[in-house]
T-cell receptor
Framework: DSGVTQTPKHLITATGQRVTLRCSPR?????VYWYQQSLDQGLQFLIQ???????AKGNILERFSAQQFPDLHSELNLSSLELGDSALYFC??????????????FGEGSWLTVV | AQSVTQLDSHVSVSEGTPVLLRCNYS??????LFWYVQHPNKGLQLLLK??????LVKGINGFEAEFKKSETSFHLTKPSAHMSDAAEYFC???????????FGKGTRLHILP
């Protein structure tokens, strides 16, 4: 158990809909990362938050947005869903500071299927 | 710019034989390097990490990796493969300048009985 909790574990929704994925980082971790993993694209970095503020942005579509709340949990919002958005979405967390040796801990992921 | 190259997308070995998963990196500064494993339908689990201490790093489940700066490599090895090692393995590089975490494309390890 990594200590990173993601909900829901599985989600099936229709095209055009909007979903919210939730992530609770490990206790005390200030950094939260979101990744998308699909068969054709592999593991793609979406966005990173640090203590409530956006720190880095990767290959995140404009239809997607995220935020980190004061209690450090994070939500990834996916809107106007398309079939191609079907993927496993991972959240990861890491302790504070720019120590590159800080381990990144991953949740079990949220499986999103768009039909 | 940082980059990570996993040289093999698939590796097949027989149970009981050695495992070698290759990773080369590029970084202007002394990076930290990680190997993660992902079993089917599971999250990513840390196997081991290098953070500028000993160049030979021992991880969980009998895996180890050696940091070779001159070759910019961080290959993952295990003396004897088990069926339970069948999974996807990711090499990851990270440095302090921008806190970016770069993943390799992954190597799928198949264990033959």
């Amino acid at each position: 158990d990594s200590g990173v909790t993601q909900t829901p574990k599985h989600l099936i929704t229709a095209t055009g809909q909007r979903v919210t994925l939730r992530c609770s980082p490990r206790s005390g971790d200030l950094s939260v990362y979101w990744y998308q993993q699909s068969l054709d694209q592999g593991l793609q970095f979406l966005i990173q938050y640090y203590n409530g503020e956006e720190r880095a942005k990767g290959n995140i579509l404009e239809r997607f947005s995220a935020q980190q709340f004061p209690d450090l949990h994070s939500e990834l919002n996916l809107s106007s869903l398309e079939l191609g958005d079907s993927a496993l979405y991972f959240c990861a967390s890491s302790p504070a500071g720019r120590d590159p040796g800080n381990t990144i801990y991953f949740g079990e992921g949220s499986w999103l299927t768009v039909v | 710019a940082q980059s990570v190259t996993q040289l093999d997308s698939h590796v097949s070995v027989s149970e009981g034989t050695p495992v070698l998963l290759r990773c080369n990196y590029s970084s202007s500064y002394s990076p930290s390097l990680f190997w993660y494993v992902q079993h089917p339908n599971k999250g990513l689990q840390l196997l081991l990490k290098y953070t500028s201490a000993a160049t030979l790093v021992k991880g969980i489940n009998g895996f180890e990796a050696e940091f070779k700066k001159s070759e910019t490599s961080f290959h993952l090895t295990k003396p004897s493969a088990h069926m339970s090692d069948a999974a996807e393995y990711f090499c990851v590089v990270r440095d302090y300048r921008d806190d970016k975490i770069i993943f390799g494309k992954g190597t799928r390890l198949h264990i033959l009985p």
